[in-house]
């Protein structure tokens, strides 16, 4: 009897965590709460152990053969509609906590099973100071810590993706590495504002099996928590981040960009060993009003800087990139790119609307007809797009919610084959999601 008490008693506390979910992905249970300083003490009783997860089955349609890329990865050729999983996500969190309920130490295992594969999401440890409670040294794979959106998570996100700028620019969002993170965690601390992140990362992330050079990537951020501003509690959060790497060059040849508009090749035998530089650097802004039921938000980010990639690509390579059995030689460009986003509760917390405008120009020194000219070297990685995305949410209750979803696409026109015009590659989709 006392056995299937303690197993009712598991299965209560496992469902109860989805009251305290982090919306960030590295976000640990707020302790200054009456709600997470009880779930210490249920954790106390049984090995501080937490279980969470959510899968996203979808039905997606575009209005071309093939597209998508960036709408939940390519359709197959010769298709324009599809049912697939998006993600399926678990996750297991252990926390310790000291004598005076404070945090000691924490590891998160997740991972993402799909009709394409399983893999790992994050594998992470974080030691806390257990004495101020206000640093803590994370190491591990885990979410890079540069902007908003990156590290906003997929299961609280109202829009299906995240923008094509942060998709290519931080692909699969996070990396191997370590972060040293001053985030006091008493309301009482003067600086209990402010959060500061700094890190040293391999560089390429998931999109890659393993590190390919020496040369590692530095990343800081430092940003405002929701803070009220007047009496009617509108919150106001911001942040300013900078990522500070590169790649190492294993060819002599390199691609740079001229104030002509031409790639303009150098076969220099000095480039091999040079490291390509990957300089971001980018502020978000996030604004939230109170509505009698439900909110109204706000929310912006942009992003400039120094990219490589190769001619072909602008995405940072997850593998030496080759062609054929040889190193293929790698393009340095200058780009922007920014979101805007617009959410509203219609009359009830159960009804949203989002709108959300973003563009990544990967080349800010060439447009349009320009691409695609002979003897400038300009290739498909050296066109903008913007998009427009607007959708409906329909939260059922927190364990369950429906999005319906349509992307508009423009790239910018050129005199490449096949892109002359806009291409026609508009995505609608529609999401059901399940939450434990």
Not at 131 to 145: E, H, I, Y
Not at 281 to 294: C, E, H, S, T
């Amino acid at each position: 009897m006392l056995q299937t008490k303690r197993l009712v008693l598991s299965v209560f506390i496992i469902c109860s965590t989805m009251s305290v979910r982090a919306q960030f992905l590295m976000d640990m249970i707020d302790t200054s709460t009456s709600l997470g300083k009880g779930m210490i003490s249920i954790y106390k009783n049984f090995d501080h152990l937490r279980i969470s997860g959510y899968m996203q089955p979808q039905f997606q349609w575009s209005t071309g053969k093939g597209m998508g890329v960036y709408q939940g990865g390519d359709f197959p050729k010769q298709s324009d509609n599809r049912f697939m999983f998006r993600r399926g996500r678990i996750r297991f969190d252990y926390e310790h906590y000291n004598k005076q309920n404070l945090p000691t130490m924490q590891f998160v295992f997740q991972f993402d099973g799909t009709e394409r594969g399983v893999n790992i999401r994050d594998f992470w440890g974080r030691f806390f100071d257990g004495k101020w409670d206000v640093m803590s040294l994370t190491m591990g794979m885990f979410a890079r810590p540069f902007g908003f959106e990156i590290n906003y998570s997929s299961g609280d996100r109202e829009a299906p993706e995240r923008g094509r700028m942060s998709q290519i620019l931080m692909k699969t969002e996070r990396d191997l590495g370590a972060m040293v993170s001053f985030a006091p965690r008493q309301k009482s601390h003067p600086l209990s504002f402010l959060e500061v992140d700094l890190g040293v990362f391999n560089g390429q992330g998931l999109a890659g099996p393993e590190d390919y050079d020496s040369h590692k990537d530095l990343i800081a951020r430092v940003a405002m928590k929701p803070t009220a501003i007047n009496q009617q509690q509108w919150l106001l959060s911001a942040g300013a981040s900078i990522l500070y790497g590169g790649l190492e060059q294993f060819t002599p040849v390199i691609y740079r960009m001229q104030h002509s508009g031409q790639f303009l090749k150098d076969s220099s035998d000095a480039n091999v060993g040079v490291i390509a530089p990957r300089h971001y650097y980018g502020g978000d802004a996030q604004f939230l009003i109170p509505n009698v039921k439900g909110a109204t938000q706000f929310r912006a980010e942009y992003i400039r800087g120094t990219q490589t990639g190769t001619r072909d690509h602008s995405e940072t390579p997850g593998e030496i990139p080759m062609i054929a059995e040889a190193y293929a030689p790698l393009a340095i460009r200058q780009f922007d790119g920014a979101y805007f986003n617009f959410l509203q509760h219609l009359g009830s917390e159960k009804h949203q609307l989002v709108l959300k405008y973003d563009w990544y120009d990967p080349n800010t020194q060439v447009s349009g007809k320009q691409i695609g000219k002979d003897g400038l070297n300009l290739t498909i990685a050296d066109i903008r797009y913007d998009t427009f995305g607007a959708g409906y949410v329909y939260y059922f209750n927190e364990h369950m919610k429906a999005t319906l979803w349509f992307d508009r696409i423009w790239n910018e026109s050129t005199s490449l084959e096949g892109y002359t015009d806009d291409v026609d590659d508009n995505v609608f989709t529609c999401r059901l999601q399940y939450r434990f």
